[in-house]
């Protein structure tokens, strides 16, 4: 069943304050990662919110989905999302990158809700099909999310374990790219060409779904159709902006790891209607 139009705009509500309080987070501690974040919002807030099956009382169960989210960076949106699950307290987004917080710059599994830490860039995927394969073993019917960015796929491992899940059948694995077409310094094309993403994919194996990322509808079919695959994997590229939502942080790699000025926050807090 589609979503109501009223939960698509509670979803997208949801979106803009996630990224208020992303950036207010990032500006506070003078560090951190904002385009990763942005871009990757829709993606996380629908998985979180309404999507997977996990719930901070039974935060231990056995049958709850697992989210890995591979492109650690991002971990402000993860931690946001967990705040609004009710797996840490709310102000905690004061604590981001300080010393002894739980919320530290990548995630940490002292950090309740956050399922493999993350911060070396290719792993997630290798860990997530482990924990799908577990599953499995276990006759569990839950189901396993692993965030990649695209610049992420650079490294050799996310390609062993693109070869391997097909293999093993793992149907209750979703891979999510966030394709934004920037990494740290500069475009993917300049850095390391991807060609077709799509293709490379589907050549090992795995159903492939591209989707706009920011699109809360297109995201909600391409995770339904993932999970109605019950063959193998399946692979969203979501087609995102890196800081998507800040005129000025669209598309540069400069806002990749940076400190916001005041100036730069309060006129990114004017686009999303936030208050400074
Ligand atoms: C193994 C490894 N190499 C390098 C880095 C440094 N690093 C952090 S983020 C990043 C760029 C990642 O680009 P992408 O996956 O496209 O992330 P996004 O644009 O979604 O933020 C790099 C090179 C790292 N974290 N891990």
């Given at each position: 069943m589609p979503l109501s139009q009223e939960r698509v705009a509670e979803l997208n509500d949801l979106c803009r304050m996630f990224r208020i309080d992303v950036l207010k987070a990032v500006h506070s501690i003078q560090s951190g990662h904002p385009g990763g974040s942005l871009s990757v919002c829709e993606i996380l807030t629908l998985l979180y919110q309404e999507l997977m099956n996990?719930?901070?009382?039974?935060?231990?169960?056995?049958?709850?989905?697992?989210?890995?989210?591979?492109?650690?960076?991002?971990?402000?949106?993860?931690?946001?999302?967990?705040?609004?699950?009710?797996?840490?307290?709310?102000?905690?987004?004061s604590g981001l990158r300080r010393i002894d917080s739980l919320l530290q710059g990548h995630p940490s599994n002292h950090t309740p809700g956050v399922e493999m830490p993350s911060g070396p860039l290719g792993l997630g995927l290798s860990a997530a099909q482990g924990m799908a394969m577990g599953l499995r073993l276990n006759g569990s019917k839950a189901r396993v999310y692993a965030i990649l960015g695209d610049g992420e796929t650079n490294e050799g491992v996310v390609w062993e374990a693109a070869m391997s899940a097909p293999k093993f059948g793992l149907s209750n694995l979703t891979?999510?790219?966030?394709?934004n077409k920037v990494q740290l310094d500069g475009t993917t094309d300049e850095i390391m060409p991807l060609g077709d993403l799509a293709s490379k994919f589907s050549a090992f194996g795995w159903n492939v779904i591209t989707c706009d990322g920011h699109d809360i509808n297109a995201l909600y079919d391409a995770f339904g159709s993932a999970k109605s695959y019950t063959v193998g994997p399946s692979v969203i590229i979501a087609d995102t902006i890196k800081g998507k939502g800040v005129s000025f942080m669209e598309g540069k790699a400069a806002w990749h790891g940076k400190a916001i000025p005041d100036a730069e926050l309060a006129t990114a807090m004017k686009e999303l209607g936030g208050e400074a």
């Open positions: 996990i719930s901070a009382d039974k935060a231990d169960d056995p049958n709850r989905d697992r989210l890995v989210l591979s492109k650690g960076h991002a971990a402000p949106m993860l931690y946001r999302n967990l705040i609004e699950k009710g797996f840490l307290p709310a102000d905690s987004m891979a999510v790219v966030d394709y």
